[in-house]
C-alpha cells in the first residue's frame, strides 16, 4: 500500500538554511561531505539529533549521463528542462484512460523501465520526486562521486559468473527464484540498503536514537535498520537481511559500518566480503548527507561512493502492507505450472511485436 504520508518537499527551501555550494553551470564540483557552518543540535544523549521523518526521492540517477564526464553539478538550464519534462510526464500520465483499452493497445515504452504489459501499471503509484537532487544548494548530475566519471566500476569476472550462476534457476521455478520485493520479505531495489538508494515511490525513512543505538524505519517494505552503537560486529557466519551493522560517532557524523549482507540482497548481488561504509551528516535544519562507500572486491574491481540528499519529510510513515502469502505469487506459479503441461516455456510466455515478453490479449 502506498503510504499517504509521502509529502514532496521543496527542495530548494530545505537547503536555504544550509551554506551554497553550487559552483557556476559546468563547472566541476569535489564531492560534498560537511558544512563547517551548520551543527545539528543535540539530543537528550548529547548526540546530534537525526531524528524525524526524512524523504530521498529524488530525479537524479544513481550514475551520471556520459554527456556530463566528471561534472558533479548540473547546470541550471538542464536542471529545469529534466524537472519540466518530469511534470509533462506526470501530467499525461494522470490523464484520463479508455476503460475499454487493452493492455496489448498500450505502448510498448511508456518510460521509467516499464515495457510492454509493464505499461498498465499506475503511474498515480509512483513518487519518485519532482526534482534533480540537491545537495546544499548544489544540483547534481548523478547519486555516484567516486568514480569520478558517475558511473559504477566494472565488474569482476568472478563477480560476473556469480551473477549468472544466480540467474540460471528459472524464475518460475518456485516462490524462492522470485525476487525479495515480489516476495515481500526485502524492499524492492535498494531502499533498505545498505546503500540506502531511492526508487520509485515510498521513499520515506524514519531515524529513531537512543544512547546505545540508531534505528532507522523504512517505508518500502516495513523494514527496520537497527544500528547498535558498538565497536563489535555479530558472529562472522551469520549473514542477516540488510547486514550486521555497527555504528558510532565521529563529531556530527554517525558512521555505520555493515558487513555480513546475505547474497540475495546485496547491492547487485554481494560477494563474501562486501563493505559498505555510511556516514549520516545533518548538513542543515531540514537535510542529512548521506554518504555510502561500497567496498565489494569479488563483485567489483574497485569501491565506488555515491551521496543522497535526506530532505525532512511529513509524518508518520504509514504500514506498507507487503506480505508473503499474496495473491500474486501462486497466480504466478499456478499459471506458470499450466503453461507446462500444456509443453510450453513459462519464460518464453507470448511476444509482442517488438518481440519482447507481453501479456495475451484481456
Not at 93 to 122: E, H, M, Q, V, W
Amino acid at each position: 500500500m502506498k503510504s499517504t504520508a509521502i509529502s514532496l518537499v521543496a527542495l530548494c527551501a530545505a537547503f536555504a538554511a544550509a551554506p551554497a555550494l553550487a559552483q557556476p553551470g559546468g563547472a566541476k564540483a569535489a564531492p560534498t561531505t560537511s558544512s563547517q557552518a551548520y551543527h545539528a543540535p543535540k539530543n537528550a544523549f548529547g548526540q546530534p539529533d537525526l531524528e524525524g521523518v526524512w524523504t530521498n526521492a529524488t530525479l537524479t540517477t544513481l550514475e551520471r549521463d556520459a554527456k556530463y564526464g566528471a561534472q558533479l553539478a548540473m547546470p541550471p538550464a538542464d536542471a529545469a528542462t529534466v524537472e519540466k519534462s518530469n511534470a509533462k510526464f506526470i501530467k499525461e500520465a494522470n490523464a484520463p484512460t479508455d476503460p475499454k483499452i487493452k493492455t496489448t493497445d498500450l505502448p510498448y515504452d511508456c518510460g521509467r523501465g516499464f515495457k510492454g504489459s509493464d505499461c498498465g501499471y499506475n503511474f498515480a503509484w509512483t513518487d519518485p520526486g519532482t526534482e534533480v537532487m540537491a545537495v546544499a544548494g548544489q544540483k547534481r548530475t548523478s547519486i555516484l562521486v567516486e568514480p569520478a566519471n558517475g558511473k559504477l566500476p566494472p565488474m569482476t569476472e568472478a563477480g560476473k559468473k556469480r551473477l549468472a550462476e544466480r540467474f540460471k534457476r528459472s524464475a518460475w521455478d518456485g516462490p524462492e527464484a522470485r525476487s525479495l520485493g515480489e516476495r515481500c520479505i526485502m524492499s524492492f531495489g535498494s531502499a533498505a540498503g545498505p546503500p540506502m538508494l531511492p526508487l520509485l515511490y515510498n521513499n520515506n525513512y524514519q531515524i529513531f536514537q537512543t544512547r546505545d543505538a540508531v534505528t532507522i524505519e523504512v517505508e518500502m517494505v516495513h523494514d527496520t535498520r537497527i544500528i547498535p552503537l558498538t565497536d563489535r560486529h555479530g558472529p562472522a557466519g551469520v549473514r542477516k537481511w540488510m547486514g550486521d551493522a555497527i555504528g558510532h560517532w565521529e563529531g556530527d557524523t554517525l558512521v555505520v559500518e555493515t558487513i555480513n549482507l546475505r547474497p540475495e540482497q546485496g547491492f547487485r548481488g554481494a560477494g563474501p566480503n562486501m563493505k559498505v561504509t555510511e556516514r549520516f551528516t545533518r548538513i542543515g535544519p531540514r537535510q542529512i548527507l548521506y554518504r555510502f562507500t561500497v567496498s565489494d572486491p569479488e563483485n567489483f574491481t574497485a569501491p565506488f561512493t555515491g551521496e543522497v540528499a535526506l530532505n525532512a519529510s511529513k509524518g508518520p510513515i504509514y504500514e506498507y502492507a507487503c506480505h508473503e502469502g499474496n495473491y500474486a505469487m501462486p497466480g504466478i506459479l499456478a499459471g506458470a505450472r499450466e503453461l507446462e503441461k500444456q509443453g510450453r516455456d513459462p519464460g518464453a510466455g507470448p511476444r509482442d511485436a517488438n518481440g519482447a515478453p507481453a501479456a495475451e490479449g484481456n
